[in-house]
């Protein structure tokens, strides 16, 4: 089946620092989502990104939709606190009706 | 901001007892899911509905039901709680033209 590869699984950041991160899957696909995911809470939908190249900015995120369609890539601008979750991307399953997820990218922030 | 609630939040119970766990949504999506989730994992899916009386089996095998009486409501029942059960559970809902699922808070479920 399709898999989602996130990177980096794990980020210790400093407060102010600009934060990247990226997802690539095993083949193309035509939309891609971006969640967070706060401790003990369900994941909230960040951005939609549905046409290859397209960016998309949600305050101090940026998400693009790769060119190749195989990747897709989430950077925050001047993290801060709460900033701190579980980042998910996902995209649709083989039969296009389900969600595939990434394993995450988990985001710490130092203040 | 997504409108689809999950009951309880945390729930433990003991081994071999019958559980029901509640999801509701008001946005009139036709699609609902239910999720299995591990602390800081990955997200499976288990279940999932695209209508009223339409249900159907996930990726991870699970040894939940569900059901789909009415368009806004979609429980999970485990009929034998096992220590195994043990996760956290997450309620989804999608309009049916689109792929944005929406998710409830979850319930985490220890089975003691």
């Known amino acids: 089946g399709q898999q989602l590869n996130q990177s980096p699984q794990s980020m210790f950041i400093q407060e102010g620092e600009d934060v990247s991160m990226n997802c690539t899957s095993s083949?193309?696909?035509?939309?891609w989502l971006w969640y967070k995911q706060d401790p003990g809470e369900g994941p909230v939908l960040l951005i939609a990104l549905y046409k290859a190249g397209e960016l998309t900015s949600n305050g101090r995120l940026t998400a693009q939709f790769g060119i190749t369609r195989k990747d897709s890539f989430l950077n925050i601008s001047a993290s801060i606190p709460s900033d701190v979750g579980i980042y998910f991307c996902?995209?649709?399953?083989?039969?296009?009706?389900?969600?595939?997820f990434g394993a995450g990218t988990i985001l710490r922030v130092k203040s | 901001e997504a409108d689809i609630y999950q009951t309880p939040r945390y729930l433990v119970i003991g081994t071999g007892k019958k559980i029901t766990l509640e999801c509701s949504q008001t946005?009139?999506?036709?699609?609902m899911y239910w999720y299995q989730q591990d602390p800081g994992m990955e997200l499976h899916l288990i279940h999932y509905?695209?209508?009223?009386?339409?249900?159907e089996k996930g990726d991870l095998s699970s040894e939940s039901t569900v059901s789909r009486i009415r368009t806004e409501h979609f429980p999970l029942t485990l009929e034998s709680a096992r220590p195994s059960h043990t996760s956290q559970y997450l309620c989804?809902?999608?309009?049916?033209?689109?792929?944005?699922?929406?998710f409830g808070p979850g319930t985490r479920l220890t089975v003691t």
């Open positions: 996902a995209g649709p399953g083989e039969y296009g009706n389900k969600l595939v």
């Open positions: 989804a809902s999608s309009r049916d033209t689109s792929r944005e699922q929406y």
């Open positions: 509905s695209y209508g009223v009386n339409s249900t």
């Open positions: 083949s193309i696909f035509n939309t």
């Open positions: 946005m009139g999506h036709d699609k």
